[in-house]
């Protein structure tokens, strides 16, 4: 029996229907009201379900996080970022067969057109990665507009595999023209995650001499950032995507919405904080600041929408934080020292545990990347470089079944109808 609410609204019942999820929260279907003429109202849609989606899920309260029905620990410990890839694109884990012929067409997609790579050239050297690889996916919109139909499913997943390929050496050239280095070509000899450290790090014709530790500390950190739900930069892409906008100008704006602090930019966020307190011995001091109602300053990596008890994603990233740092003999690396001190007094603080403010994934994610020696700057890059399969992969969903374009309403608080007032009258 399907359940339905009643609002009744200027003496006026309206039936709703409850329409019912496979997990998680039901939800009430309100898209009747438009015909009675009535709005609901939720800026930052803390209660709106804006879709439907079978790709993640997040249960905030119990530290749930599923990709495609799997949970986030197993594939952290058990898969690869491709294999993850192809779970989201395709709903399944692939054979032995689908996964090597997935893995070549990445390989043979990931290399640049070499006149686009000029494209860098307008960047000066102390440019953001982020606005080059913004910039440049938005570019890639250049090479394949007229291509690319996105009402052809095949066009759709040729998209996302050039994405998913691409990404990476975009990534690891937006930072090598940051610094003045002539850019690594893609390496198909090499793992995902190697391939990208190498094209970052490695040396135009020198073997690649990535250790397979940070290499694989970083396909870590690919599959936990791989999708989360309708999140901001998400939900960006699904709202571009409904204009029927070129896909890589979609997710560019995807990429925009993630710089942000509160987002995919925290952390980097987290460790400029962390070399900002510079000493356990100030801890308390900025836990104070982060409390105080009249200083903007909150902890970076701490807190989340939805996640009201454990990230999960930061569970699996500090586990892997610490095997990195003890690998690499820097078990007393500073920063960790200090954000140990800070999640602790977080932990224990009731101003914390009333908010239900616990460390995400970005809190653990920032130090090892500092520890793997990853440049700060590159810090969201990386986020970015994982998250696009989820990105495509929503994009995708949505353009797979009908939609429409994205147009929400607001509640107008502005003036009454007024005649214009001729500049002469104004006084
Ligand atoms: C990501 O959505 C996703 O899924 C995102 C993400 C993904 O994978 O896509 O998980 C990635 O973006 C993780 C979050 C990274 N951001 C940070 O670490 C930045 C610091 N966190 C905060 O900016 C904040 O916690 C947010 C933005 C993450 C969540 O903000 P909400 O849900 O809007 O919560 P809120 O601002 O309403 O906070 C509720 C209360 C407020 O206090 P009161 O007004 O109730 O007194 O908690 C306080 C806030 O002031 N608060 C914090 C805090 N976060 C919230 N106080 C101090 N430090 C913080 N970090």
């Known amino acids: 029996m399907k359940q339905k609410v009643q609002i009744t609204?200027?003496?006026?019942?309206?039936?709703?229907?409850?329409l019912e999820a496979s997990e998680g929260n039901?939800?009430?279907d309100v898209r009747g009201l438009i015909s009675e003429g009535i709005f609901t109202f939720d800026p930052g849609f803390l209660s709106t379900a804006s879709c439907e989606s079978k790709i993640t899920y997040i249960d905030g309260d119990n530290g749930v996080l599923m990709y495609r029905g799997y949970p986030i620990e197993q594939l952290a410990s058990n898969s690869n970022h491709l294999e993850v890839c192809y779970l989201l694109l395709n709903g399944e884990l692939p054979t032995s067969d689908q996964y090597q012929a997935f893995e070549a067409s990445i390989k043979e997609k990931q290399f640049i057109d070499k006149n686009f790579q000029n494209i860098f050239n307008g960047f000066t050297q102390g440019a953001h990665p982020m606005s080059m690889v913004g910039a440049a996916v938005s570019g890639l919109a250049s090479l394949y507009h007229e291509e690319t139909d996105i009402a052809n499913a095949d066009d759709r997943m040729t998209t996302a595999h050039r994405l998913i390929a691409m990404i990476p050496t975009l990534a690891a050239m937006a930072y090598k023209h940051g610094r003045g280095e002539s850019f690594v070509e893609p390496d198909p000899s090499l793992g995902y995650a190697e391939n990208f450290l190498n094209m970052c790090f490695g040396e135009t014709g020198k073997p690649?001499?990535?250790?397979?530790?940070?290499?694989?500390?970083m396909d870590r950190i690919f599959i936990l950032h791989a999708d989360h739900e309708q999140n901001a930069s998400t939900?960006?892409?699904?709202?571009?995507?409904?204009t029927e906008c070129n896909p890589y100008a979609a997710?560019?704006?995807?990429?925009?919405?993630?710089?942000?602090?509160?987002?995919?930019?925290?952390?980097?966020?987290?460790?400029?904080?962390?070399?900002?307190?510079?000493?356990?011995s100030r801890v308390g001091e900025y836990v104070k600041k982060a409390k105080d109602k009249d200083d903007p300053f909150k902890l970076m990596g701490f807190g989340h929408r939805v996640y009201k008890n454990f990230d999960p994603r930061a569970t699996v990233m500090e586990e892997s934080c610490k095997a990195v740092l003890a690998e690499l003999g820097v078990e007393d690396e500073p920063l960790l020292q200090i954000a140990n001190a800070l999640e602790k007094i977080a932990r224990e603080d009731e101003y914390f545990i009333e908010r239900k403010l616990y460390p995400n994934i970005d809190f653990y994610s920032g130090i090892t990347l500092k520890a793997v020696g990853i440049p700060t700057e590159l810090f969201t890059v990386i986020f970015t470089l994982g998250r696009m399969p989820g990105w495509i992969t929503h994009w995708n969903e949505m353009l797979s079944a009908p939609y429409k374009i994205a147009r929400p309403r607001q509640l107008y608080l502005g003036e009454h109808k007024r005649d214009f007032v001729a500049m002469s009258d104004r006084g």
């Open 9 to 18: 609204i200027d003496g006026k019942t309206i039936d709703l229907d409850v």
């Open 26 to 28: 039901n939800v009430v």
């Open 208 to 217: 690649s001499a990535v250790s397979k530790t940070i290499a694989d500390a």
């Open 235 to 242: 939900s960006t892409v699904r709202m571009a995507g409904s």
């Open 251 to 280: 997710i560019s704006a995807g990429i925009s919405a993630l710089w942000g602090p509160s987002h995919g930019g925290a952390n980097e966020a987290v460790l400029t904080m962390l070399q900002e307190i510079g000493d356990v």
